[in-house]
């Protein structure tokens, strides 16, 4: 069974990066028509796309995010990664990782649990 | 950006009796080349992720209960829960996957009467 898990720091500094981390078992990341995506859901706020990937390394961002955000897949490691640069009090969330079935404009049949993310000096 | 508005907010219902949530969309959903509506339906429980109910506005995932119905196309979508049960009190969103930004609403918080 597909299980996906986020991996990162609890606490990131104002102007500092956010990373994050998402290792999938259960299946490669490799599968040709999965994508692989980030969603953010601010506390006690409903839920927000930031971006999916597929292994080949091709990228969808949401352009409310996109010049701040990076996204990678590391196949041997089986696992994807976020970057947020130039953080704020508003990125403060519970960001999880899920799988993309669909292609780029998907939607997302397998979540992580979500790691809370506060963005506090 | 299609923009999603889910209504209500929230509701109470009384155990057993039927639950509905409104979702439209700012642009038809409809794909014309495959016949699909390309929207989707998500519970969301405290403390845990949301879990995708229902594909293509009407298809149930495996393992959803068939209390569970999604129904609408183009811009005008329904989930309907047709018998409440306690375990059903969470968060429901819904979805657009026809393009990128991928947009949820709202949310509609589903309580027991």
Redesign the interface.
């Known amino acids: 069974q597909l299980q996906l898990q986020e991996s990162g720091p609890g606490v990131v500094k104002p102007s500092e990066t956010l990373s994050l981390t998402c290792s999938v078992s259960g299946g490669s990341i490799r599968s040709s028509n999965s994508y692989w995506g980030w969603i953010r859901q601010p506390p006690g706020k409903?839920?927000?796309?930031i971006d999916?990937v597929h292994y080949s390394g091709s990228t969808?961002y949401?352009?409310?995010l996109k010049s701040r955000v990076t996204m990678s897949v590391d196949t041997s490691k089986n696992h994807f990664s976020l970057r947020l640069y130039s953080v704020t009090a508003a990125d403060t969330a519970v960001y999880?990782c899920?799988r993309a079935?669909?292609g780029?404009?998907?939607?997302?049949?397998q979540?992580?649990?979500?790691i809370l993310v506060t963005v506090s000096s | 950006d299609i923009v999603m508005t889910q209504s209500p907010g929230s509701l109470a219902v009384s155990l057993g009796e039927r639950a509905t949530i409104n979702c439209k969309s700012s642009r038809s959903l409809f794909y014309n080349t495959d016949n699909k509506n390309y929207l989707a339906w998500y519970q969301q429980k405290p403390g845990q992720p949301p879990k995708l109910l229902i594909s293509w506005a009407s298809t149930r995932e495996f393992g959803v209960p068939d209390r569970f119905r999604g129904s609408g196309s183009g811009t005008d979508f329904t989930l309907t829960i047709s018998s409440l049960q306690a375990e059903d009190v969470a968060v429901y969103y819904c979805q657009q996957c026809y393009d990128t930004p991928l947009t949820f609403g709202g949310g509609t918080k589903v309580e027991i009467k």
């Open positions: 409903g839920l927000e796309w999916n969808n949401n352009p409310s999880f899920a079935r669909g780029p404009a998907a939607l997302f049949d979540w992580g649990q979500g």
